[in-house]
């Protein structure tokens, strides 16, 4: 038996992503320097909010979050999010060896824009890009009609770019200039 309502799970999945990745202050957290939070101290600021928020509330949000977005640390004391952050801080990844292409969904609107300044991480700690045209198209297909761009990972790592991938299968670099994408083909819509 479920412990919350799927309502009420994607309420909460977008609240911890709000104060785990932006805005820490709004539930007067403090992030550590890796953006860990003690798992007690979340939960009782939590329950100031919605006091039916319990352990096994927020294990069972982390475990069937779609994206995978949260993590808790091994012994279940921590809690944070994989990536996505805009406060400063530390992710402590090693850098790693990217497939040939990694792939980047955007919608058709900034198309233009992306063409000529790159894909930029914005107010991110970096650029999010994906293993599967599959990911890239429901990311891209948030905010208009989708388009997949496929990114030349090894040709940007061999020019000395670093990539990175979080535990949910992210992966991660600074920025991805124009002549490091190309548009993919019937993959729009």
């Known amino acids: 038996m479920k412990p919350i309502s799927d309502q009420a799970c994607t309420k909460l999945s977008k609240l911890l992503s709000l104060v785990l990745r932006h805005h820490p202050e709004r539930l007067k957290l403090k992030l550590d320097a890796y953006g860990w939070v003690a798992t007690d101290e979340l939960l009782q600021k939590l329950q100031t909010r919605q006091a039916n928020v319990t352990l096994e ?59 000529t300044a790159g894909i930029q991480k914005r107010n991110r700690h970096h650029v999010h890009l994906s293993a599967t045209k599959a990911t890239a198209k429901t990311v891209g297909a948030r905010h208009g009609v ?44």
Request: net charge positive; charged share 20%; aromatic share 12%.
């Open 57 to 115: 509330v927020l294990q069972y949000v982390v475990r069937t979050n779609a994206k995978q977005r949260f993590a808790f640390n091994a012994d279940g004391t921590k809690i944070r999010a994989n990536q996505g952050h805009s406060v400063k801080l530390k992710l402590d990844l090693e850098p790693i060896l990217p497939p040939p292409e990694l792939y980047h969904g955007t919608a058709q609107k900034y198309l233009s824009s992306i063409e």
């Open 146 to 189: 989708p388009v997949i761009l496929i990114v030349k990972a090894q040709q940007m790592q061999a020019a000395g770019y670093q990539f990175y991938r979080t535990a949910n299968d992210v992966w991660l670099t600074e920025a991805v200039p124009p002549r490091f994408f190309y548009k993919a083909e019937n993959e729009k819509g």
